[in-house]
């Protein structure tokens, strides 16, 4: 069973494009997984060459699960009428790890600041309501080393607690890495680092891969 703070939201492809028109504007939304700033770069770059024509692509992005960071970008609107809203709805669909880009085409009329507000607000909720929303486990790993006669209580163990094994090494001398939810980790480490016969080391970084159901 899951415990809440393991758990976070996001996407892991990106979603299908959506346009919402405004006074003949057009916005074009779309949600996009995204693991590092640099893959922004990449994705808004592309959409300027797809959309040579369009005035501005606006985006606003979420990354990390526990202490995330964000930005949010107007791209020449006027301030905060466009990324904020953008990610005002990252926030309220609580995902991270997510890029949302709106690519607006003009359409000949001014929306003024309140026009745009919502016109941006709504394309990233549609594209968001379109998206397939994942959850995931945040998860720490323990490698696990001890000689072959110790391991039935360690395989056994691993069962019990329903843990995950990243990789392995069965020889003379044996050694586990086994994936464990962030809330678990301190009891499961001290199980085994209490368990004789076993060393057992905290590997640093924590992964955000692991699919929730």
Request: net charge negative; with cysteine; aromatic share 8%.
């Amino acid at each position: 069973m899951e415990k809440k703070e393991d758990v976070y939201r996001t996407v892991t492809k990106t979603s299908p494009e959506i346009l919402y028109k405004d006074r003949k504007s057009k916005f074009y939304a779309q949600v996009h997984p995204i693991t590092s700033e640099d893959d922004v770069k990449l994705i808004v770059e592309e959409l300027r060459r797809k959309y040579h024509s369009a005035n501005h692509v606006c985006y606003a992005w979420q990354l990390g699960a526990q202490n995330p960071i964000y930005r949010a970008n107007d791209d020449g609107e006027p301030n905060n009428s466009a990324g904020m809203p953008i990610y005002g709805q990252i926030q309220s669909f609580n995902v991270t790890n997510a890029l949302i880009t709106v690519t607006r085409i003009f359409g000949g009329t001014k929306l003024g600041v309140g026009g745009l507000i919502q016109a941006y607000k709504t394309a990233a909720q549609i594209a968001l309501e379109s998206a397939k929303i994942v959850k995931k486990t945040i998860t720490a790993q323990i490698r696990l080393q001890f000689e072959y006669p110790v391991m039935d209580i360690v395989m056994r163990t691993i069962k019990q607690k329903d843990l995950e094994i990243a990789s392995q090494k069965m020889e003379l001398d044996c050694e586990l890495v086994i994936s464990i939810p962030l809330s678990e980790l301190e009891e499961i480490f001290q199980l085994f680092d209490e368990m004789h016969g076993v060393d057992a080391t905290m590997i640093d970084g924590l992964n955000q891969d692991r699919l929730g159901c």
